[in-house]
């Protein structure tokens, strides 16, 4: 309660100084040259009813004041990289993978931890968890204070937030603006086809990628397609979802219409190409400055407007009450970061403590490999089949020379 007294206080500062201005308009008007000296900048109407004027981003120094005693920033001589975040007493923080890396995905050399105090570590790789983006790093430490990532809260669209760090004050504040969602495609079924509608309950193959199982399944264009697996196909968003709900290396079967010809197709599911099914870039993303090298195909992340760099993330994101909700890990837009859940940071810091990640993705990978051996032994079959034919054909050529002559 405290902690939002004090932002309506700062609030009701805002808004109070509108009163006053009322009664201004009141009194005789001042000189000209008195006017002039009086029209600050502070005075215009953005500045004073901004989310981050300096009274309202002071009203969230209680509600951060936990998290940032938890907080690091990583540095290269001096220069920030990334943000991080204690996870075990024994000296393990995580951070944004890429952030320490260059481009060509080698890690940067001479990096440290400084922490609120303003002591530098060396710090030390090692671990990864590549989906998420994330990097388990370690300093020689004992008895660090830990992030408290609190799953018991909810968080909805509109609620506020702010941006955590080192400093009593927030980088950033904003509010949620979609709630936590996969970005990951890569283990969704894919197809390889474009389409478009065709009349009612039916939709058109326009285009079929080579080398897709569409392609490989026989698909050309124009094919009609009018059920999945037995159900109708009612639009085109409707079958992208159904083949999306699949998982790569699953047979689906397709009826088809091809000219007058109504026919079964059988398509064996791939894994979803990165960026396939995604738009370009949108050049409006970076109007307002910098945007992070990897900010897709998370696993979890919800998703907010507040405006960060690049080498701002990889801190925690705070309720007004000083929940930590998640941790910054992507700027993906102009007004539009990513941070992932602190149910899902929870879950894979659990074993931080014996300098590994946990890895909930290793079930699905694996059901994944046998969905796919599944998939390879029926191509072998297939193969032995179709040689077996072969050689009865070639076989059966010489007889038929014979009885011609």
């Avoid at 599911?269 to 992070?292: C, H, I, K, Y």
Wanted: aromatic letters at 4%.
């Amino acid at each position: 309660m405290k902690i939002q007294g004090s932002l309506l206080v700062v609030l009701a500062g805002v808004v109070l100084p509108l009163a006053a201005e009322e009664k201004a308009a009141e009194k005789p008007a001042e000189k000209p040259a008195e006017k002039k000296a009086e029209a600050a900048p502070e005075n215009r109407a953005q500045d004073k009813f901004s989310r981050e004027t300096p009274d309202l981003m002071k009203g969230w120094e209680p509600a951060l004041e936990e998290a940032r005693r938890a907080t690091v920033r990583i540095v290269k001589e001096g220069k920030q990289v990334a943000l991080g975040c204690a996870v075990h007493e024994g000296g393990y923080l995580v951070t944004k993978w890429s952030e320490l890396h260059d481009k060509k995905g080698a890690a940067i050399e001479g990096l440290e931890a400084q922490f609120p105090e303003g002591l530098r570590m060396p710090v030390k790789i090692v671990d990864s968890h590549r989906s998420f983006d994330l990097a388990l790093i370690k300093v020689e430490a004992r008895g660090l204070r830990t992030m408290k990532w609190d799953t018991s809260v909810g968080v909805e669209p509109g609620t506020f937030l702010a941006a955590g760090a080192t400093e009593r004050l927030p980088i950033a504040s904003g509010v949620v603006s979609v709630l936590p969602r996969s970005l990951d495609g890569s283990h969704k079924g894919f197809l390889g086809v474009n389409l478009d509608a065709a009349g009612e309950g039916a939709i058109k193959v326009v285009g079929v990628t080579p080398d897709t199982p569409a392609a490989k399944a026989g698909l050309v264009l124009d094919d009609v397609i009018k059920s999945v697996n037995g159900e109708p196909v009612r639009s085109v968003s409707e079958f992208i979802q159904t083949i999306a709900a699949n998982r790569p290396y699953q047979t689906i079967k397709l009826t088809i219409v091809r000219g007058m010809e109504e026919k079964e197709v059988a398509a064996v599911l791939g894994r979803r190409p990165p960026g396939a099914g995604q738009l370009a870039e949108d050049a409006r993303n970076t109007m307002g400055g910098s945007v992070s090298r990897n900010r897709s195909g998370y696993p979890g992340a919800l998703q907010h407007d507040m405006f960060l760099e690049p080498n701002e993330v990889g801190g925690p994101v705070v309720d007004l009450k000083g929940h930590v909700v998640g941790m910054n890990i992507a700027r993906s837009g102009r007004i539009e970061c990513f941070a992932i859940p602190s149910a899902a940071i929870e879950r894979l810091v659990s074993t931080a403590g014996e300098g590994k990640f946990f890895h909930p993705e290793l079930d699905a990978l694996m059901e994944e490999r046998k969905g796919a051996e599944a998939a390879a032994e029926r191509l072998k079959k297939d193969i032995e089949e179709l040689s077996q034919r072969i050689k009865e054909a070639e076989g059966d050529a010489p007889k038929a020379e014979e009885e011609k002559k």
